[in-house]
């Protein structure tokens, strides 16, 4: 998970009765699932007033009126959430200026190519996963093979974790290995 602080600076005085809209140029990436993401504007001083939004299913769990708040986004489907946070704020005069922050909700599906079943004397093998990049483990696995031959008999997961943008994403697939026969001596007369 990952927690991402965004500072959005105003920094134009808007006179009275005017409105101003600023919205970020990227969007925030948010790792799916993730139920804490700090959000951030520079305080303006005593008197001034903020009142942010988060779009549903974004859901404010800390900091409403202040300069900084906390967003759940463990409900959000993967994809671009379209101003996901605004936040507006009003001066002691009554002036106000609103920015707008786009949410990307990223979710990578790691899939690793399955593999086996081994006898426990099988050499190891090449594990392949998609996206590339990330790394494997598990009983067995040495770098991006496993060897059924150093795991030994057994039903084992390999692990693939891959990252990217801070988030985290893992897939798990079993892997049996059996045991050779264990063979007696040729009795004979």
Do not use: R
């Given at each position: 998970?990952?927690?991402?602080?965004?500072?959005l600076?105003?920094?134009?005085?808007?006179s009275?009765?005017?409105?101003?809209?600023?919205?970020?140029?990227?969007?925030?990436?948010?790792?799916?699932?993730t139920?804490?993401?700090?959000?951030?504007?520079?305080?303006?001083g005593?008197?001034?007033?903020?009142?942010?939004?988060?779009?549903?299913?974004?859901?404010?769990?800390?900091?409403?009126?202040t300069?900084?708040?906390?967003?759940?986004?463990?409900?959000?489907?993967?994809?671009?959430?379209?101003?996901?946070?605004?936040?507006?704020?009003?001066?002691?005069?009554?002036?106000?200026?609103?920015?707008?922050?786009?949410?990307?909700?990223?979710?990578?599906?790691?899939?690793?190519?399955?593999?086996?079943?081994?006898?426990?004397?099988?050499?190891?093998?090449?594990?392949?996963?998609?996206?590339?990049?990330?790394?494997?483990?598990g009983?067995?696995?040495?770098?991006?093979?496993?060897?059924?031959?150093?795991?030994?008999?057994?039903?084992?997961?390999?692990?693939?974790?891959?990252?990217?943008?801070?988030?985290?994403?893992?897939?798990?697939?079993?892997?049996?290995?059996?045991?050779?026969?264990?063979?007696t001596p040729?009795?004979?007369?």
């Amino acid at each position: 998970m990952k927690k991402l602080l965004i500072t959005l600076l105003f920094t134009t005085l808007i006179s009275f009765g005017a409105f101003a809209q600023m919205t970020t140029a990227n969007p925030d990436t948010v790792c799916y699932q993730t139920p804490g993401s700090i959000y951030q504007i520079q305080p303006l001083g005593a008197g001034y007033t903020y009142v942010w939004t988060a779009t549903v299913p974004g859901v404010i769990v800390s900091g409403q009126g202040t300069p900084t708040i906390g967003v759940d986004w463990s409900a959000a489907n993967p994809g671009l959430i379209p101003n996901g946070i605004t936040v507006t704020v009003t001066s002691p005069f009554g002036c106000f200026a609103q920015v707008l922050l786009d949410v990307f909700i990223l979710n990578v599906v790691p899939v690793i190519t399955p593999i086996g079943p081994y006898c426990e004397t099988d050499p190891c093998v090449l594990l392949t996963a998609n996206p590339t990049g990330g790394t494997f483990s598990g009983v067995g696995v040495v770098g991006n093979t496993f060897c059924p031959n150093i795991a030994g008999s057994g039903t084992f997961n390999i692990t693939y974790t891959y990252t990217t943008d801070g988030c985290i994403f893992t897939a798990i697939i079993p892997v049996t290995v059996y045991p050779i026969p264990t063979l007696t001596p040729i009795d004979h007369n």
